[in-house]
């Protein structure tokens, strides 16, 4: 993995690591290797169920099970991971999100409402609390940078994506406003990663992701961003070199977020229409 020391003696948090096919995973990786000392959580059900102590060990980083939906889970996460890392934070990564209706295949129309309420609090309601803790506590450094993964659904429509569209666009919305605040009180920087659709174990969870993808593909000038290319812009956006960027909604995904359709696309078009 290329190393150019970006984030050297700089202090992260991410949240959301679960396997090898997480972006979080590979931002994690990415971080250990440009230099930076590394705390990883995930809920306890992850810790669990997923691989995230295995990568702890792999990167000699301290691993703390926190549910995001319980401010007393959240509190003694920044209590570990300040007396781990012995200062503030200097980046945190928000890559949470799930919906039951998603999971349980309930149409967008056909809604439960509790599981609605539930995809909001957990992919989107999460990051406000965690900031809202950081700030209490002071955890976050001078000029910190926070990224929080979103998807282009938070602007357009895409049936199959569900209620995690409204959950996108309020996390969006958080980074904006938070953005503001914390900004004003110490430059810390708040951007959302609005990423090409990444075969993650969440992403494939989405009904007819293998054909989406393929599409996104097609329709992108530079084809779909990886979950590594993806770290490594995330890390970009930790470095100081990003040091005026913040509550922005960054797409990295191609291309495909400025194309109406392209070439490629309208000629399967065409093809199966002639056929």
Sequence with gaps: MASHSLLEGKKGLIFGA??????????????HAEGATLVLTNAPVALRMGKI???????????VPADVTRPEDIEALFQQ?????GGPIDFMLHSIGMSPNVRKKRPYYHLNYDWLY??????????HRVLQQAWHMDALAEGASVVALSYIAAQRTFP????????????????RSFGYHYGKRKGVRVNAVSQSPTPTTAGTGVPGFDSFLAFA???SPLGNASA???????VMLF?????????????????????????????????????
């Design 18 to 31: 679960l396997d090898e096919s997480s972006i979080a995973w590979k931002v994690a990786e990415q971080c």
């Design 53 to 63: 102590q295995q990568l702890g060990k792999q990167l000699n980083a301290l691993v």
């Design 81 to 85: 991971t300040l007396e781990h890392l």
């Design 118 to 127: 539930k995809t909001l609090d957990i992919s989107a309601v999460s990051l």
């Design 160 to 175: 199959s994506y569900n209620d995690m569209a409204e959950a996108k666009a309020l996390l969006e919305s958080i980074v």
């Design 217 to 219: 593909e097609k329709n």
């Design 228 to 234: 590594e290319e993806c770290a490594r812009f995330c």
């Design 239 to 275: 470095s100081d070199y990003a040091a005026k960027v913040t509550m922005q909604t960054l797409f990295h995904d191609g291309g495909f977020s400025m194309v109406g359709i392209s070439e490629d696309i309208m000629q399967l078009f065409s093809e199966a229409y002639n056929h």
